[in-house]
């Protein structure tokens, strides 16, 4: 599973329960190392928090089962379509400032 947005880390946490591994992209340097830390702590050794841009989501470790991604975008990401698996399954919010809709894609 790919989650993009760590931010503290608690949906990582969640997300950790339901998956064998989550890999965590977080753009905010600080964010990323306290969620590190934070999960680390917590006793939770299947989460992976990665300090980068999540836009571009994780081709080396793709395909994905599952997307989840919790900034907005104006439009979803084709990195991100491209690296879901046969079946796979994204949601994100999408639109500007003024508007989003959560949007579901699945890959055939």
């Known amino acids: 599973m790919l989650e993009i947005g760590t931010g503290s880390g608690y949906q990582a946490a969640v997300l950790s329960r339901l998956a064998k591994r989550v890999y965590s992209i977080e753009r905010i340097g600080e964010l990323a190392r306290r969620a590190?830390?934070?999960?680390?702590?917590?006793?939770?050794?299947?989460?992976?928090?990665?300090?980068?841009?999540g836009t571009l989501g994780l081709p080396e470790v793709a395909p994905f089962d599952a997307i989840?991604?919790?900034a907005a975008a104006p439009d979803i990401?084709?990195?991100?379509?491209?690296q879901l698996g046969e079946g796979g399954r994204m949601v994100l919010p999408v639109g500007e400032k003024q508007g989003q809709t959560i949007a579901r894609w699945i890959s055939p």
């Open 77 to 82: 990401p084709e990195p991100l379509i491209e």
């Open 36 to 53: 590190r830390k934070r999960l680390l702590e917590q006793g939770i050794f299947n989460v992976i928090v990665i300090h980068g841009d």
């Open 68 to 70: 989840i991604v919790t």
